[in-house]
């Protein structure tokens, strides 16, 4: 759907709003699409404008780019995304190789991804400790986990993970912990007294 020429009118709300309420509800209130909204807010010079970076954090995200993810710096500083991939782009910063994505990073073996070790073979990604059971032991059947008994997602020895049911799955993970004040689990020793 195309929604065609901005109106004065929304370059107006455009203008009040960037910035100060989320992105989606300013393209739900406009009927327009993200990108859409982006754009325009970049032809009308908003991003600087809402979200300017003094010299001390412009030095912040040269020290910090590619060290820290660009959420976290993002988040550190208040500003969106956008912004510090901008400032990166500016100083031709570079992202590390080991920057795979927001969760992996590179070993000699594969990659770690959210905490598992995962491997590619003939251009099918595995996770590690799945391909270790299937080869050892036999197929999972479907809705199963393989548990590491002590914790370690790294560690992928056979005799460190066991066949479970999601039930069992879930009180394994969950018997120790507590539900905070959002309605999350969280485990004992998260909460601050």
Known sequence: MTKGQWTEQENKYLIYSFGHIPLQEICNYLD?????????AVKLDLCRKRFPLSEKDINYIKHHYGKLYIGRIAKNLAIPIHRVKYIGKKFNL???KSYISKY???RSKGYVCQGYMRIGINGKKW?????VWETRVGKIPEGFFIHHKDGNKLNNKISNLELLSPKAHTKN????????ERGRFVGKNSLIK
């Open 32 to 40: 327009r699409t993200v990108p859409s909204v982006n754009n325009r």
């Open 104 to 106: 992996c990073r590179k």
């Open 173 to 180: 993970h969950y018997s120790d912990s507590v539900i905070d």
């Open 94 to 96: 570079k992202l590390p």
């Open 127 to 131: 996770l590690m400790h799945r391909l």
